[in-house]
């Protein structure tokens, strides 16, 4: 197997989902690695860890591309206590390079919230004013709001979805955007939305999108990103189809929400 460089594999990743269009905030391109290297297998995750850099070495993959960065901010260190560096000095022991693609990958046409639109089956699908990251389009037919968070939940496979709404009207617009999208809710006001479908809503976040008016679904930000890795990975098979090195593209299907559902029974 003749594999490709990783600077070729950054250069597909740029053609895919542009690193130009990630939030100025984002860290997005390698995180580790050396771009000279030769890559013949490559393994696709949500998150950055210890599990999904051990199941990359496991299958013999030497390149870890996920959707969440390790890095966001700067660190002046690389001490083994800190999680960020616990996961750069694992991945140098074990041999495996990580790239990340964030929010180029949110905001990319055929990226995250385009597959997000297409599961929820919206027509008429646009890139809100303001916004690249979320999509606006149009159900099928309008439903109430309780139908239609049951249908997230069904669609996601997620047993609890938060609900905050102060009216109880029919919904067919829907702005949706993946991860933790609140920071987006006057894009979701202002593009006439019946609902906005996102995850991680805060307390205050909560209130606020009261106040505007707009009901939220929180479908949590794992399920709304757990298929990252297969999105990604069928898109760089294709694209690698068309090249002469050969490169074997793998799944991480083991990573699970941290957040477990726990019921309290009252025994009195």
């Not at 997230?152 to 993946?178: D, G, H, M, W």
């Not at 593009?191 to 205050?204: I, L, P």
Request: net charge negative.
């Amino acid at each position: 197997m003749a594999g490709l460089l990783l600077s070729q594999l950054v250069k597909i990743a740029d053609k895919l989902y542009p690193f130009e269009l990630a939030e100025p905030w984002d860290n997005v391109g390698i995180q580790i690695g050396d771009p000279g290297r030769t890559i013949e297998r490559i393994a696709f995750s949500l998150d950055p860890s210890v599990g999904t850099l051990d199941f990359a070495s496991q299958n013999l993959c030497t390149l870890l591309i996920t959707h969440h960065p390790v890095l966001l901010e700067p660190i002046t260190n690389l001490v083994t206590t800190q999680y960020q560096a616990r996961i750069l000095v694992h991945a140098a022991r074990l041999g495996i390079d990580i790239l990340s693609l964030h929010t180029n990958f949110d905001a990319a046409p055929g990226g995250l919230n385009d597959h997000l639109a297409r599961l929820m089956e919206l027509r008429e699908v646009r890139v809100p004013d303001n916004a690249g990251c979320a999509r606006v389009g149009l159900l099928p037919f309008p439903v109430s709001l309780e139908n239609f968070a049951e249908r997230l939940s069904e669609i996601f496979q997620v047993n609890t979805i938060r609900l905050i709404r102060s009216r109880n009207k029919p919904v067919e617009r829907v702005f949706c955007v993946s991860g933790s999208g609140m920071s987006y809710l006057p894009q979701a006001v202002s593009s006439g939305a019946d609902v906005m479908v996102t995850g991680d809503v805060r307390y205050h976040a909560a209130i606020e999108a009261l106040s505007a008016g707009i009901p939220i679904i929180d479908c949590g930000h794992f399920h709304l990103e757990k298929m990252s890795p297969q999105v990604m990975a069928t898109a760089f098979c294709e694209a690698l189809s068309e090249l002469e090195g050969e490169v074997e593209c793998i799944q991480c299907e083991e990573e699970k929400d941290p957040f477990l559902q726990w019921k309290i029974l009252d025994n009195k």
